[in-house]
């Protein structure tokens, strides 16, 4: 079980699949023609007002794990094309012999100004998968995704962190606290301000 300490007051498509060995020079070409449009978009504007433009650090980063991802793309992820660099949808399909085999869900990955030094924001949309570190609202109760977070991370290894959370689960249920913690967390509330406290990995 983990535990949630009240969080703080509010301080506030198409599809891409990995390409076989023959069309690895067509990808990269494409990649870094879409990713050159989408670093001028980004660093043009943002889709939420209260969110600063990525850096060019970030920009760079981001571009290197797109071209990536669409070689080798972790296994049960699809990512969702859109013009924003700043804002990745991915598709989840639940691994085979878990509770979630083939069921389908969406992540939404919203990456800081100075990415990768500081965590990108990770919610599910709605629906989100019945799981006992997942709030109804999309919320997601995994530390890598905010103390044990580190620079080395990327999107694709917290894909694998959260299929491994998804497959480990024996049961299909939402955290005891779901309701007051929805509660708390309405207006837009992130994640990122809430203070978790992880105290067992078991579900």
Same mark, same amino acid.
């Not at 889709?47 to 970030?58: D, E």
């Not at 794990?65 to 296994?75: A, C, G, K, T």
């Not at 990456?111 to 709605?126: K, R, S, T």
């Not at 999309?138 to 990327?154: E, F, K, Q, R, V």
């Given at each position: 079980?983990?535990?949630?300490?009240?969080?703080?007051?509010?301080?506030?498509?198409?599809?891409?699949?990995?390409?076989?060995?023959?069309?690895?020079?067509?990808?990269?070409?494409?990649?870094?023609?879409?990713?050159?449009?989408?670093?001028?978009?980004?660093?043009?504007?943002?889709?939420?007002?209260?969110?600063?433009?990525?850096?060019?650090?970030?920009?760079?980063?981001?571009?290197?794990?797109?071209?990536?991802?669409?070689?080798?793309?972790? /296994?049960?992820? @699809?990512?969702?094309?859109? #013009? %924003?660099?700043?804002?990745?949808?991915?598709?989840?399909? *639940?691994?085979?012999?878990?509770?979630?085999?083939?069921?389908?869900?969406?992540?939404?990955?919203?990456?800081?100004?100075?990415?990768?030094?500081?965590?990108?924001?990770?919610?599910?949309?709605?629906?989100?998968?019945?799981?006992?570190?997942?709030?109804?609202?999309?919320?997601?109760?995994?530390?890598?995704?905010?103390?044990?977070?580190?620079?080395?991370?990327?999107?694709?290894?917290?894909?694998?962190?959260?299929?491994?959370?998804?497959?480990? /689960?024996?049961? @299909?249920?939402?955290?005891? #606290? %779901?309701?007051?913690?929805?509660?708390?967390?309405?207006? *837009?509330?992130?994640?990122?301000?809430?203070?978790?406290?992880?105290?067992?990995?078991?579900?």
């Amino acid at each position: 079980m983990r535990i949630l300490l009240h969080p703080p007051p509010r301080d506030r498509g198409s599809m891409i699949y990995a390409g076989s060995s023959e069309r690895f020079a067509l990808i990269i070409s494409l990649s870094f023609a879409l990713n050159s449009a989408l670093f001028q978009r980004s660093m043009i504007s943002s889709t939420a007002p209260s969110r600063k433009a990525l850096s060019k650090i970030a920009c760079g980063r981001l571009q290197k794990e797109l071209v990536e991802w669409q070689v080798n793309p972790p /296994s049960g992820f @699809k990512h969702k094309v859109t #013009d %924003n660099l700043q804002s990745w949808i991915i598709e989840v399909v *639940g691994a085979a012999g878990t509770l979630y085999a083939n069921e389908t869900y969406q992540l939404q990955v919203d990456f800081p100004e100075h990415y990768p030094m500081e965590a990108p924001q990770v919610i599910f949309l709605p629906a989100a998968p019945l799981h006992p570190h997942i709030y109804s609202n999309g919320h997601i109760c995994l530390d890598i995704l905010y103390d044990s977070w580190s620079p080395a991370m990327t999107v694709s290894s917290i894909c694998v962190s959260i299929v491994s959370m998804l497959s480990s /689960s024996t049961r @299909k249920q939402r955290p005891a #606290d %779901n309701d007051r913690y929805v509660r708390k967390c309405k207006n *837009g509330r992130s994640p990122k301000e809430t203070r978790w406290w992880f105290h067992d990995d078991k579900v």
